[in-house]
């Protein structure tokens, strides 16, 4: 019969489901040709290595250390730039040509072995180096028309050099002080910059601001014990120039001006002791 015919029919709608389904395969297959987010991350890039530099210290300069090294660096200054000066005044006074001038000794010398005492005077009164007042001492015991006295005169003249000797060694005194008070106006500054410290510490301002008042006491005491020491250094180390040099000056001011008196011995008749 019709009826149980059209019963029987399969359903067309089944077979279109398996394409459907093998469809699925390509989906998968998109999705996992697509990267992963971690590996995209992964690849950007690094960050600039100025960024990394940008916390390293900066070099400490010179204006800086003047700046944050507070009042007591500028008296350290001030100390500096005396040293200087001293130490210009004694490179153009301390030489030999204004201690025992050539020219001088040269005309001392020809007076002197004459007997010419009037005229050895007169180029001692002439003259104000230290070897014209070493010389003038021992004119000061010579009596016209009478014998030379050696030893008297050797006296006087040992006696005035030892003077000039002195006054030459008080000279480069000043710049031993300035190399002695520098150090300890430094040690000053440092025992001023740990009270700035602790009194930071101990008022009631916020952590940061603490550390803030640490660390400019800090560097305080420590830019003036840097600027004390390197100016104590640097004036030691010339007066120990100058002391040397201070003892060929002495050394042969004495050898010239007993050239001088023995030559005045020579030309004049002598008695001695």
Request: with cysteine; net charge neutral.
């Amino acid at each position: 019969p019709a009826g149980s015919t059209s019963v029987e029919a399969p359903p067309t709608a089944q077979p279109a489901a398996r394409p459907a389904a093998a469809a699925r395969p390509a989906t998968k297959n998109k999705v996992a040709a697509q990267p992963p987010a971690a590996s995209t991350a992964a690849a950007a890039p690094a960050p600039a290595p100025t960024a990394a530099g940008s916390d390293k210290p900066h070099a400490l300069t010179v204006k800086q250390i003047l700046t944050q090294g507070g009042d007591i660096m500028h008296v350290i200054v001030g100390l500096s730039l005396v040293a200087v000066g001293l130490i210009i005044f004694y490179l153009l006074t301390l030489r030999p040509a204004l201690i025992f001038p050539k020219h001088f000794i040269m005309e001392a010398q020809d007076a002197a072995e004459t007997g010419d005492l009037e005229l050895l005077r007169e180029l001692c009164q002439e003259n104000a180096s230290p070897a014209a007042m070493i010389i003038n001492a021992a004119l000061e015991q010579c009596v016209d028309g009478q014998p030379l006295d050696y030893n008297t005169a050797r006296d006087a003249m040992e006696d005035e050099g030892a003077r000039q000797a002195s006054f030459l060694w008080q000279r480069i005194q000043y710049l031993l002080d300035v190399s002695v008070i520098s150090p300890m106006v430094g040690l000053l500054g440092t025992v001023w910059g740990m009270m700035v410290s602790f009194s930071g510490l101990e008022s009631g301002v916020s952590i940061i601001n603490k550390a803030d008042a640490l660390a400019s006491g800090v560097a305080q005491a420590m830019y003036t014990t840097f600027g004390g020491l390197i100016v104590a250094i640097f004036s030691m180390t010339a007066y120990a120039m100058f002391r040397g040099r201070i003892n060929r000056l002495i050394g042969a001011l004495e050898g010239t001006c007993n050239g001088v008196l023995r030559r005045l011995a020579q030309g004049r008749k002598f008695t001695t002791h």
